[in-house]
């Protein structure tokens, strides 16, 4: 079981906005950056946010993410059928010295 | 452009090894660390463990204590993840990532190699 907890799905009309949580134990990812990946079929994994809320270059700003304490969330805005795949958060976990993926979410575009 | 290029699909035996290849261009080798990321069929992602290519220095999960060797060859710019005990459970898509992070609290993987499909079979 992740130190990192997801909601397994959400889903939402093409154009509309989605929020994904990352809830992680402050005993476990104390001061590490929260970043986000996206899985899509038959890819390989994408950094989406790194450092908590920065966007690499290249990545849509229609993607955006933020940290409060121990959690972090992903905002995609204007959803879009391309972006249907699954959302991993991940930190460094200190207390058993890994990298830890959250558990991932499921965005479905109705 | 920045890429790593895994090596293609493997298929062991139960108890047997396995060596996957990552070759890194576009970038000076050294001088970022390569991690190891592997997602079962079905499962999600899970981290293995990290190579420094400048130091040789490696990290590793305790998941994988004693079966996982992480290794480089610095003159062809490739680093290598072999793991040995197979069984079925190991069946999974593994994945090499430079990492762009500045430390061991910073840590972001980008790119990610395309993947290495690995199938334990008897």
């Known amino acids: 079981q992740s130190v990192l907890t997801q909601p397994p799905s959400v889903s939402e009309a093409p154009r509309q906005r989605v929020t994904i949580s990352c809830s992680g134990s402050?005993?476990?990812?104390?001061?590490?950056?929260f970043n986000w990946y996206q899985h899509l079929p038959g890819k390989a994994p994408k950094l989406l946010i790194y450092y908590n809320d920065q966007l690499p270059s290249g990545v849509s700003d229609r993607f955006s993410g933020s940290r409060s304490g121990t959690s972090a969330s992903l905002a995609i805005s204007g959803l879009q059928s391309e972006d249907e795949g699954y959302y991993y958060c991940a930190a460094w976990n200190d207390r058993q010295d890994t990298y830890v993926f959250g558990s991932g979410t499921k965005v479905t575009v109705l | 452009q920045v890429q790593l290029v895994q090596s293609g699909a493997e298929v062991k035996r139960p108890g047997a090894s396995v060596k996957v290849s990552c070759k890194a261009s576009g970038y000076t080798f050294t001088s970022y660390d390569i991690n190891w990321v592997r997602q079962a069929t079905g499962q999600g992602l899970e981290w293995m463990g990290w190579?420094?290519?400048?130091?040789?220095?490696?990290g590793h999960s305790p998941q994988f204590q004693g079966r996982v060797t992480i290794s480089m060859d610095t003159s062809i710019s490739t680093a290598y993840m072999e793991l040995s005990g197979l069984t079925s459970e190991d069946s999974a898509l593994y994945y090499c990532?430079?990492?762009?992070?500045?430390?061991?609290?910073?840590?972001?993987?980008?790119?990610w190699g395309q993947g290495t499909p690995v199938v334990v079979s008897s």
């Open positions: 190579l420094d290519p400048h130091t040789g220095k490696t």
């Open positions: 990532a430079r990492d762009l992070g500045s430390g061991t609290y910073l840590r972001w993987f980008d790119p």
């Open positions: 402050g005993s476990n990812i104390g001061n590490s950056a």
